[in-house]
Each structure stands twice: as C-alpha cells, then as structure tokens.
C-alpha cells in the first residue's frame, strides 16, 4: 500500500462538486453568517468558508491550505472536521471554534482552528448550525468517544510515545474524546488492562503500537467472564507506531499515525470475525494471521537482522526460497468456499452488503451442517464453545487429516494487508465468518516463487494459477518430520506444535470506515 486513503484522494476537494455546485447544495439551515465578512455553509461532503480576510492572509487560518481554494473560500471535507462548539467570552457575545485536521504532508494531518465571533441574536442559530455540522461530519460515528490507550514505548524503533505526543494525543483532544493513557511497562501487560477495564467507562481501546498490543488486548478481553459483551461492546482499535501495523493499513487505510488518529475518530463500528487457536491446553484469540512455513520464519527468525527494518523480512524469505525449504504437515480443513469464482462473488456480494452491526455477528448465515452451529454463540457471556473441539479432542466428524508432505507456506488470514504493501488476502472480510487460506508448496520453482512475491505487492496473488485459496470455517495442522520450527500467531511466536483453529463471525469489534469492508483493494 503506497497511498493513503481519505475521504478522496484529495481531502480538500469536495469529490461531488466545485465550490460553486457545493454551495448550491446548502439550505438555509446549513448557511451561518459569520461577522460581516464571512460565512459558513455546511454543503455535500464540506464545510465552505467564504471569509474576505482569507485573501490579506489571515494568521488565524493556519495550515496548508490545498489547491482547490479560492482566495476568499475554503472547503474543508466534512471527514476532517473534528470539532466545533460556542464558547461564552461575555454575558452577550460568543466565540464559535471549529478545529479540524488539515495536511501537513500527504502522510499526516494536524489540528487547525478557525474562530468566529457569534453575536448574542445568532446564538441560538448558530448552536443549531453546530448541531447539524457535527451530525453531518460524524454521520454513524459517536461523537466524544472515550478512549484507553495504550502506548508500547518499545514498538518499531522506540518511537512511538513521540508520535502520540505530536500526531494523536491533539488530534483526539481537539475531537473531545475523552483520553485515559498509560504507557505499557511489559509484555502482557495489555491482557491485564484490558482484563480489568471497566467496559461501561470506555468505547475504545486504542494502541499505539504494532500489531502485538491489540492482539493482547482482544486476548485480554477474552480472558473476562464477560468476554462476549466486552468483544462487541469495546472496539479495539490500532494507532501504527509498530514494525507491523497490518491492523490500521486493513482498517484506517494508512500506516501513518495521525491519518489514523483521524480515522478512528470518524471510525464506524464493525464487529470483527475472531479466531480460537487450541494449542496443548491453552486457547487463545487471533485477529489477523496464523503461519506455518517461509513466512512465519522469514518474520520470526530474522530477529536478530532487526537494524534491517522491514527488508528483514524479504531478505528472510528469499534465503528460504533459494533453498527449496519445506515444511511438512499432516493438515485437516473444514472448507466453505473452494473456488476463485465462487470466493470472486462472495466477495462482491459482501460490497453490496450494508446490513447493520446487530446482523453481522453470530453464526446464522454460515453455510454448516453441523447441528451445534447454530447454537454455538452460546447462552451465557463468556467466550463462544468450541464447535470443533480443541485439538487434543478427536477429529470432528468429515475432518480428515491430509499429509501436505512438500508444503512451502500454509498461511491463514482474516485481514488482508499483512504489512502496508503485501495485500495478501485481497477476498478477506472483516466478518463473513470464514478464515482465507492460502497454500503454497515449497518444490515450485524459484522463477514460479519469486513471480508470487511480486504479485502480490501488484495485488495479482489471488489468480496466480500456484495459489491454492480457500475460505475455511476450521483446521487442524500437525508439524511433521521437524524437530523444531516457527509458527506465529498474529506475528508472535508460539511453540512448535499442532494447533487448531476455528472462527467466530464478529465475536470482536474495531472501527472501520466502511462498516463492512477492508480499506484493502478486493480481488482483481
Ligand atoms: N514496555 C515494554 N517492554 C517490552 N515489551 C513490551 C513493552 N510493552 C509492550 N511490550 C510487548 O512488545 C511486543 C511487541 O509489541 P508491538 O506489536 O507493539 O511492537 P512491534 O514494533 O510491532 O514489535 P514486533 O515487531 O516485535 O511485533 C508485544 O508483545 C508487547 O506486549
């Protein structure tokens, strides 16, 4: 992913019109003079500023502002306004404020403020112009949503507590959601907070980190009595501070943390689909992938190539591609959809789809014929039963394990960026209820091997004639042939052992911009 995704290419541009046409779409209500030399007209998708001062170059209107304005108007997207409200400087006059995130770069924002004197007769309609403003720029988002963050002073190169000070903590400020920020002192420590957290006093959990914190933090709502309600009531949302920010590129569009900032400011609930993993006696949660093979190794053992930065990972992997490595398994899949065409329709159906949240959890629309699926959300609030068991169980009825003798990559995915440019799930959907896996054997030639990696920076993985894609309910691996290994679980390492998966249609939840869908281009 190279571009950041805004609410246009451009988020100064109105995408429905010019200034002109916008303004022709204001009413009366919309219209709020301002002073005797300006005015401010909530249109489409903007807010027009017609402001005479603006052309003897105001100090107050700070910030870049973009082509697309004209010397006395300004439009700035409805997506990128985070506030406004009347403040009292005296008995009779009032002073509207509106702040809002305007570019610095074509990687960030940062809050600017406008400010307007409002006589004590246009009291009265000025709060009711700020009413209709904030509605029309938050649209299904909650205003003033109340945020624990977490801040991994430790992630990617220790930068992380900087970024929040300068791109996030204003940015969140200037929107009036209410912070409660600690910085995490351990590993594990977010499985704790977010064990503990009073689920009443708080709508999201923000970390500024890599993917590792939110992966504690759904773990860690996992581990409460009342995981099930705290998964759908809390949203678990990722500010990129990390070496891994997947999350965000999947949900926010950008790796860039104050493009995220703005994006979960004006994020819309979505229930995420969740994974149990079963290994030895523990259980677990897994939001983003599960690896066995080049790519689990490539990541987790290239550690100690760190100063590398994220070239570690490419270096890691075409070492094991020159040298054939493979990785034999005996593996079980309960599968939904084996076909690209197929995978192709589901995908397109789900972009039609606007069905609401309340719709979009539980198991009723999964195609099983398992009697326990129906059932399987569970009458109480904690976690979903297990619908397939745990993998010391036996293999559920009509699992077979299949030997994958010359397996290359098995690699399994419920988002589909993996790193801001590998879209490597390009069908995934937050929550249709089905994991997407890919496998890809190891005894392909290096020429076959090299093509995919590019393909999948092209966005070309799904339709190469050697990947083999399937949308999968459950699994069961079992390494074989092996003494030790890398298998990783959301980017992190866990044993060298047989595991097995199942998922639960939207058990957790985050904020999107769509609703529905990831910010990842779909299958070509
Ligand atoms: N203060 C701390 N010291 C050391 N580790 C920490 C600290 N706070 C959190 N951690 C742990 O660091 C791990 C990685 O964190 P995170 O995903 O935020 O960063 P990252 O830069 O993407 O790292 P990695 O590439 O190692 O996954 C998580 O398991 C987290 O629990």
Redesign the pocket.
């Known amino acids: 992913m190279t571009t950041v995704s805004m609410a246009t290419d451009n988020p100064f541009v109105d995408p429905t019109s010019s200034f002109e046409d916008a303004g022709r779409g204001t009413t009366s209500d919309s219209h709020l003079p301002v002073g005797r030399d300006a005015s401010l007209d909530i249109a489409t998708d903007s807010l027009i500023v017609l402001d005479e001062s603006f052309e003897k170059g105001d100090s107050s209107c700070c910030g870049l502002w973009p082509f697309g304005t004209t010397a006395n108007t300004r439009a700035i997207p409805l997506y990128n306004i985070l506030w406004a409200e009347l403040t009292n400087e005296s008995e009779q006059d009032s002073t509207l404020v509106l702040t809002y995130a305007t570019p610095t770069s074509k990687n960030s924002v940062r809050v600017a403020t406008l400010k307007y004197p409002i006589e004590y007769q246009m009291v009265d309609l000025a709060n009711k112009w700020v009413k209709k403003l904030l509605d029309r720029s938050y649209g299904e988002s909650q205003q003033r949503k109340r945020a624990k963050v977490l801040v991994?002073?430790?992630?990617?190169k220790g930068s992380a507590g900087k970024w929040y000070a300068r791109d996030v903590e204003p940015l969140l400020k200037a929107a009036h959601v209410s912070i409660d920020m600690v910085k995490?002192?351990?590993?594990?420590?977010?499985v704790d907070i977010a064990e503990k957290i009073d689920i009443e006093a708080f709508d999201i959990i923000a970390s500024c980190?890599?993917?590792?914190?939110p992966h504690?933090v759904f773990n860690g709502l996992g581990k409460r009595p009342d995981a099930k309600k705290a998964l759908s009531k809390i949203a678990v949302v990722h500010i990129p501070c990390?070496?891994?920010n997947a999350m965000s590129c999947n949900l926010n569009g950008t790796d860039s943390p104050s493009l995220a900032t703005l994006a979960i400011i004006k994020g819309i609930q979505t229930p995420l689909d969740l994974i149990s993993i079963t290994q030895g006696n523990t259980r677990t949660l897994s939001f983003l992938s599960q690896s066995v093979g080049i790519v689990a190794e490539a990541d987790l053992a290239t550690e100690n190539l760190r100063w590398m930065g994220s070239q570690r990972f490419t270096y890691g992997f075409l070492v094991r591609l020159i040298q054939k490595a493979l990785y034999p398994c005996d593996i079980a899949v309960k599968v939904a959809i084996d076909d690209k065409p197929s995978i192709r329709e589901h995908y397109r159906k789900e972009q039609q789809n606007h069905e609401p949240a309340s719709e979009r959890r539980g198991y009723k629309f999964l195609i099983d014929d398992d009697a326990s699926a129906s059932t399987g959300s569970g009458s109480d609030d904690s976690l979903p039963p297990l619908r397939y068991g745990t993998v010391n169980d036996k293999l559920p009825e009509g699992w077979e394990l299949v030997p994958y003798d010359k397996l290359g990559n098995f690699y399994c995915g419920n988002m589909a960026y993996m790193a801001s440019d590998a879209n490597f799930f390009s069908p995934a959907l937050p929550n249709d209820g089905y994991m997407d896996l890919v496998c890809i054997n190891g005894d392909i030639s290096r020429l076959e091997a090299m093509q995919m990696m590019f393909a999948v920076e092209t966005n070309k993985l799904f339709d190469n004639p050697g990947v083999w894609y399937r949308k999968i309910l459950g699994y069961r691996i079992i390494p074989k042939n092996q003494e030790d290994g890398f298998i990783s679980i959301d980017?992190?390492r866990v044993p060298f052992a047989p595991f097995q998966a199942e998922i639960h249609k939207g058990l957790g939840t985050v904020l999107s911009k769509t609703g529905h869908m990831y910010e990842a281009p779909g299958p070509v």
């Open positions: 991994n002073p430790h992630s990617g995490t002192r351990h590993k594990g420590e977010a980190s890599g993917d590792g914190l504690e990390g070496s891994g980017g992190e």
